[in-house]
């Protein structure tokens, strides 16, 4: 079976600090794609990252990351300084064979 | 592009009536997946059609839910008859390949009194 597992279900962090969203999935596939998605309070659903299961090189844009780790089945979602701009709710996804999964999201809230 | 587009973007209804949601994926996407969101559920996938194709519908939560894409260009969803609980934001997203991400259209926010 596929899941997606973001237990943080909200979080808060003053502006300018960094914060971690966590993403645990389960697959039985050996290729699998996992994907972040950002969706803020206007309510569309954007795309940020995508990773493929061999490739589990970290990645940075600007203030995010993302650490993929395929021992522990992570897939985590990193923001350095932390701005209003980045309230959001955040969706980890999965997609194998025929299968798309998303996480439950996690709500960031940064206060300014 | 224009993106995927849907409508409407909101939609007041009435229980036991008709609901149909409309959506335009991406030209050349070749599949297309409907999605309803909720506070209580989260995100669930609903069906998804590959080349016009009805590939995984295990979402479609009953026999009132009915989803067709006659075509490459277009796809409905439809609610018959409607309940309160169907109220939710409803998003249509399309791909071009399977391995890539998404492209939601802005949703439709149906609200059944």
């Known amino acids: 079976a596929q899941k997606v597992t973001q237990a943080q279900t909200e979080i808060s962090v003053v502006e300018k600090e960094d914060v971690t969203l966590d993403c645990v999935y389960e697959t039985r596939d050996t290729t699998y794609y996992l994907f972040w998605y950002k969706q803020p309070p206007s309510g569309e659903l954007v795309f940020l990252i995508r990773r493929n299961s061999f490739d589990e090189q970290n990645e940075i844009s600007g203030r995010y990351s993302w650490n993929f780790q395929k021992s522990t089945s992570s897939f985590n979602f990193t923001i350095t300084a932390s701005q209003v701009v980045d309230s959001a709710v955040y969706f980890c996804?999965?997609?194998?064979?025929?299968?798309?999964?998303f996480g439950t999201g996690t709500r960031l809230k940064v206060l300014a | 592009d224009a993106g995927v587009i849907q409508s409407p973007r909101h939609e007041v209804t009435e229980m036991g009536q008709e609901v149909t949601l409309r959506c335009k994926p991406i030209?050349?996407?070749?599949?297309l997946f409907w999605y309803r969101q909720t506070m209580m559920r989260g995100l669930e996938l609903l069906i998804y059609?590959?080349?016009?194709?009805?590939?995984?519908d295990s979402g479609m939560p009953e026999d009132r839910f009915s989803a067709k894409m006659p075509n490459a260009s277009f796809s409905t969803l439809k609610i018959q008859p409607s309940e309160p609980r169907d109220s939710a934001v409803y998003f249509c997203?399309?791909?071009?390949?399977?391995?890539?991400?998404?492209?939601f259209g802005p949703g439709t926010r149906l609200t059944v009194l």
């Open positions: 996804s999965l997609s194998g064979t025929y299968k798309y999964i």
């Open positions: 030209s050349g996407h070749n599949s």
């Open positions: 997203a399309s791909i071009l390949r399977a391995v890539d991400e998404q492209f």
């Open positions: 059609f590959n080349n016009n194709v009805p590939i995984d």
